[in-house]
């Protein structure tokens, strides 16, 4: 449900898949208020008699999106962004090595050519530590995907290519599937030649070349019946339709809208689409049994409505969505975003990104602008600043053009993080859209030119900086000097021009427009001036 598998109209989630493992370890993935999961995250830290854990538990707190005390909030807040991610990284890793040496620890990465980046470089970083730890790391990939020329010479690495079955196993696996003892040859060398000695395919097509009479067994041997050779499904997409197609109508629905919800889907969603009530779980546990879909480990004594399934293969998945004509997709997209919505309000933090890939696709954009904004704003925070900037992008082109406020917002968003990374030119490019956007509004153009003027001292360009800021100078004037907004930005002017004055070594200047700020900033009572 967080993350939407092969159909990402956006990037997957950053770090999705460590703060699930996380949860899962720390045993808070089925508590339902933040409050209650924090008490648990400290419990745990307290049962695991390992003191110096304590100072990581803020970082976990963090990272997990949970409450912290107010000192912790400060702290946080005023570290850099790339500071603040590698020490998550450091706690998460501490954490890790010393339960390894409480209890042996398996960490199972499934699908890993769909985990986000910086959960893969996060991977590569724990597996340099983990040689003489009670630790092991298993990751399931497809062959694109690059586990890395430096986790590769580890010497407690170890890579196992699965390869397509030889003939004999595959023969093996047929006598057991068809459950006969022999196999006419003509029908192993078709099982063989559509199936790519595939254990997967070979299953699928065994099944359902079985269940409609294409073979029969006679005698212990199975055999193709005369003229059907045209009957097997040409592709794996065919032979997984020819599965699905054969569902009622009511189960099919089910498949085909858990196909666009993503990777896992709860009955908890799916109950508010289709409002099925106790018959949603017989259809679920039917289709468990025609190797359709599949329950996934829920907590002892969870509610039914927890209980969460995904699909039998991945590629079973892929088939259904791709069957779904792209009016019906973008509908599904549409109502699984505003089921979402409704099921999880309490907290929404981690759909931000499945919430803005559902709506983009779906064509809803102002709901697309909304997430897809605290989605950039939530990777900014963890310093995955590529994607953030990325998201703010889609989210401009999607912005009504009269909605000038929103629009110069997100400029001003997007200049903060090109300043961040030090791509200044681009920074300020975007502060001029800022501008222009907001043209309407004097004090947008005025926030505008102090946000270029930071660009400039940062370059160490006092110059330009201390033109830039006339320019606010000129246009504050044209703002009644009784608006709240417009003190605190021209306390702010007065700020950075005591700031490049002081560089300059010329203190008296400095001094005086350091003490006019002060001034404002008491009578306005407003922390945010600085």
């Known amino acids: 449900q967080k993350r939407s598998g092969g159909h990402l109209a956006i990037p997957s989630a950053s770090y999705l898949v460590l703060q699930d493992i996380l949860k899962n370890l720390l045993g808070i993935e089925e508590i339902r ?43 946080f807040t005023s570290m850099q962004p790339k500071d603040r991610i590698r020490m998550i990284n450091e706690a998460l890793r501490t954490l890790l090595l010393r339960i390894s040496n409480i209890k042996p620890l398996v960490i199972v990465f499934e699908d890993c050519h769909w985990i986000d980046q910086e959960t893969i470089d996060f991977m590569h970083w724990l597996a340099k530590d983990i040689g003489n730890k009670k630790m092991m790391m298993i990751s399931l990939f497809r062959p694109e995907f690059n586990t890395g020329k430096k986790t590769q010479r580890l010497a407690h690495f170890t890579q196992l290519d699965l390869k397509p079955l030889n003939q004999d196993d595959t023969v093996t696996l047929l006598y057991a599937l068809l459950r006969c003892k022999n196999i006419e040859d003509k029908l192993v060398r078709l099982l063989m030649k559509k199936s790519g000695r595939v254990p997967f395919y070979i299953h699928e097509l065994a099944n359902n070349l079985l269940n409609n009479d294409i073979i029969y067994i006679e005698e212990s041997t199975a055999k193709l019946r005369r003229g059907k050779e045209s009957a097997v499904p ?53 289709l468990a ?13 969870a509610a039914m409505s927890e209980e969460k399934y995904t699909f039998g293969h991945s590629l079973m998945k892929e088939a259904v969505y791709q069957s779904l004509l792209m009016k019906t997709r973008k509908e599904y997209h549409r109502q699984i975003g505003f089921a979402v919505e409704q099921v999880y309000a309490h907290d929404l933090s981690e759909y931000f990104d499945a919430l803005a890939n559902h709506f983009l696709i779906a064509g809803e954009n102002v709901k697309a602008v909304q997430y897809l904004e605290k989605a950039a704003d939530r990777k900014k925070e963890l310093y995955v600043n590529e ?17 000038y406020k929103e629009t110069a917002d997100m400029y001003e968003k997007l200049g903060q993080i090109y300043e961040l990374v030090g791509q200044y030119d681009k920074a300020r490019s975007a502060y001029v859209a800022m501008a222009e956007s907001g043209k309407k509004d004097v004090l947008t153009r005025v926030r505008s030119f102090i946000a270029r003027t930071k660009v400039f001292i940062g370059q160490g360009l006092f110059d330009q900086a201390i033109a830039m800021l006339n320019k606010a100078e000129r246009a504050l004037k044209t703002v009644r000097i009784s608006n709240n907004k417009a003190k605190i930005e021209r306390a702010n002017i007065l700020r950075l021009e005591c700031w490049i004055y002081r560089i300059k070594g010329k203190m008296d200047v400095a001094e005086k427009k350091g003490l006019e700020a002060i001034s404002i900033a008491k009578k306005v009572k407003s922390k945010k001036t600085w």
């Open 33 to 75: 208020t933040k409050e209650k999961a924090a008490h648990q995250v400290d419990k745990f830290i307290k049962a695991s008699h390992f003191s110096s854990l304590t100072k990581i538990v803020p970082f976990l707190k963090y990272f997990l999106g949970l409450p912290l005390s107010s000192g912790d909030h400060s702290r």
């Open 234 to 286: 040409r592709t794996l997409d065919e032979l997984v339709m020819a599965k699905v197609d054969k569902l009622d109508a009511e189960q099919r629905a089910i498949v085909d809208i858990a196909s666009v919800i993503g990777d896992e889907f709860s009955v908890k969603l799916l109950n508010t689409m289709f409002e099925l009530g106790k018959r949603l779980k017989d259809d679920l546990f039917m």
């Open 289 to 301: 049994q025609k190797g359709i879909v599949q329950p996934l480990q829920t907590v002892k004594g």
């Open 387 to 403: 994607e953030a900037i990325d998201l703010y992008h889609k989210a401009i082109k999607l912005i009504d053009k009269d909605n």
